[in-house]
């Protein structure tokens, strides 16, 4: 599937694209996280070489996740679980020198139009204090509940917040 950034920004965000996952896919994805979330894990005093990876592989489902992919070559992963009449919006990383290029927003909002487009709930958690909470707050996430660790937010479909 290829899906072309659209949206304020696309000078920022070109040339990126989303492809099905492959079971292949699951070790670049582990280090991804590794990468992405250790400065979070860290000041949380959660960080675990091991751990941060092993809980992407036994969370792994290529057959709802999609590869971020940016001038062709792997950018990020993200994934988006049906669960029941909402989705789990999860493993959404991106490449930290790709970060701030409105890459992740151009794939948020497209996962979220077709979110909107089924009328579903959209669920995520995020790490408190992470610099990702903002992004999810500019695109219609509230905090429903949290934790001493994570925050986990929704987002109600477009027709339901209209």
Do not use: K
Request: no cysteine; charged share 30%; net charge neutral.
């Amino acid at each position: 599937m290829d899906t072309r950034a659209s949206g304020p920004r696309p000078e920022l965000a070109a040339g990126w694209a989303l492809r099905a996952a492959e079971p292949a896919d699951v070790e670049a994805i582990a280090e991804l996280r590794a990468s992405v979330l250790r400065p979070d894990l860290e000041r949380l005093g959660i960080f675990d070489e091991h751990r941060v990876r092993q809980r992407l592989r036994d969370s792994f489902h290529p057959r709802h996740t999609s590869i971020i992919e940016v001038d062709g070559a792997f950018a990020g992963s993200v994934t988006v679980r049906p669960d029941g009449d909402a989705r789990w919006l999860e493993h959404f990383y991106l490449a930290p020198g790709l970060q701030g290029r409105g890459i992740g927003s151009a794939v948020l909002r497209t996962l979220l139009a077709r979110a909107d487009a089924e009328g579903v709930l959209v669920r995520l958690n995020v790490l408190r204090g992470s610099a990702a909470h903002r992004l999810y707050e500019r695109h219609g996430f509230t905090v429903d509940t949290q934790d001493p660790i994570d925050l986990y937010l929704v987002r109600r479909p477009a027709a339901q917040r209209s």
